[in-house]
């Protein structure tokens, strides 16, 4: 069955710190990626999308995520980190282009001030 | 203002009672679907529809329905709820890509649901 994992949980940095969140899915054909955030009692809003081209694509708020297809992952970072930032971040892989968009189970991302 | 609504936001309700969760959005979308969000699990697709008359199941349809008779309504129908169907939903919608597939879901506010 298709899935995607992000393997880090629970991740708390301090304001400035750098931040990379894994995101890895196992399906085998064509595959549009997806990060949302949900700040905290909030709906779910895109931070970016990659459908093809250029494999590093950027989003809002600073955010950017690199497609490394051999390694099937989309792994989401940001140069500098900001207290605002705390809030939970998914990655979402739709599998060829059916509407059926898989979640993974979420990273908590805490910044201290 | 473009945006997918859902009510009631909140609702607490008894086991067997059934109930519908109405979503609406103002964007001409096509594709729409309804998640359950639960700690630890993610968000799980319940239905998706890519049009009007056209549902198919998600990951977890049991215990659900949809219909889709208009575009910009999909409603999520529980005809007999239980416990284990407490937990947070959202719909979302999203227009195609040129290619097929979505360009990406625009998310509703959710409606916490408690069945006891």
């Known amino acids: 069955a298709q899935s995607v994992s992000q393997h880090n949980h629970h991740v708390i940095l301090s304001e400035a710190a750098s931040l990379e969140l894994g995101c890895n899915y196992s399906?085998?054909?064509?595959?549009?990626l997806f990060w949302y955030v949900q700040y905290p009692g909030q709906h779910l809003q895109l931070l970016l999308k990659?459908?093809?081209?250029?494999?590093l694509v950027k989003g809002i708020k600073g955010f950017e995520a690199e497609f490394i297809k051999s390694k099937f992952s989309f792994n989401l970072r940001k140069p500098s980190v900001q207290w605002s930032d705390t809030a939970e971040y998914f990655c979402?892989?739709?599998?060829?282009?059916?509407?059926?968009?898989?979640f993974g189970q979420g990273t908590t991302l805490q910044v201290k001030p | 203002e473009a945006q997918v609504t859902q009510n009631p936001r909140y609702l607490i309700t008894v086991t067997g009672k059934k109930l519908t969760v109405t979503c609406s959005q103002n964007?001409?979308?096509?594709?729409m679907s309804w998640y359950r969000q639960d700690p630890g699990l993610g968000l799980r697709q319940i239905y998706y529809?890519?049009?009007?008359?056209?549902?198919d199941k998600g990951d977890v349809p049991e215990g659900y329905k949809v219909s889709r008779k208009e575009k910009r309504n999909f409603p999520l129908i529980l005809e007999s709820p239980s416990p284990n169907q407490t937990s947070l939903y959202f719909c979302?919608?999203?227009?195609?890509?040129?290619?097929?597939?979505?360009?990406?879901?625009?998310f509703g506010s959710g409606t916490r649901l408690t069945v006891v």
């Open positions: 399906y085998g054909g064509t595959v549009n």
């Open positions: 529809s890519m049009n009007v008359e056209v549902t």
């Open positions: 964007m001409n979308h096509e594709y």
């Open positions: 979302a919608s999203s227009s195609p890509r040129a290619r097929g597939g979505i360009d990406g879901y625009t």
């Open positions: 990659y459908f093809s081209g250029d494999p």
């Open positions: 979402a892989v739709e599998s060829g282009n059916t509407g059926k968009l898989i």
